[in-house]
Structures are given as C-alpha cells and as structure tokens.
C-alpha cells in the first residue's frame, strides 16, 4: 500500500502517510515502520528533517511496483537500463 502510494503521488511521505492512516485505519506507526522497511530495502527515498522532498519511488522500487501491476516484461526493460 505504501509502495502504491508513493508511485501514484507527489507529497511528503509524513503527508502521505498521515492520509493513508486516515484512510484505511491503519496506526500511523505501523505505516511509518513499513515505509522505513522500504527505505532499508531501497524502493523508496524521502528527505529527512533537514532535507525535505517529496516521497519518491528508487529504481527497484519501480521495478517491484511494475511487476505487481502485472506488466513484468516492461519492469525487466526499464531494470535492465
């Protein structure tokens, strides 16, 4: 859900979070130790209390994001670049 989310907007992950417990009920908490997860795995990246910028999806991230949407022939193309 968060990988999700990432790709299909642009905000700070904060922001993005925030909505997302909003609206699925779920612990801010818990989405923040996923997106950390997801950072530590390196699909995705976001700025910090000095570096602010919005939540971006890594390449790999793009890469699992694709294969999730079923087109996995289209994520091996644009990994192998």
Do not use: H
Request: no cysteine.
């Amino acid at each position: 859900m968060v990988l999700n989310s990432v790709a299909d907007q642009e905000q700070s992950l904060t922001s993005l979070l925030r909505q997302l417990s909003e609206d699925y009920g779920i612990p801010l908490s818990t989405l923040k130790l996923n997106a950390r997860i997801l950072r530590e795995l390196n699909l995705i990246g976001y700025g910090s209390i000095r570096d602010k910028r919005a939540a971006q999806l890594e390449n790999l991230g793009s890469f699992v994001v694709k294969l999730l949407m079923d087109d996995p022939w289209r994520a091996m193309v644009q990994f192998a670049d």
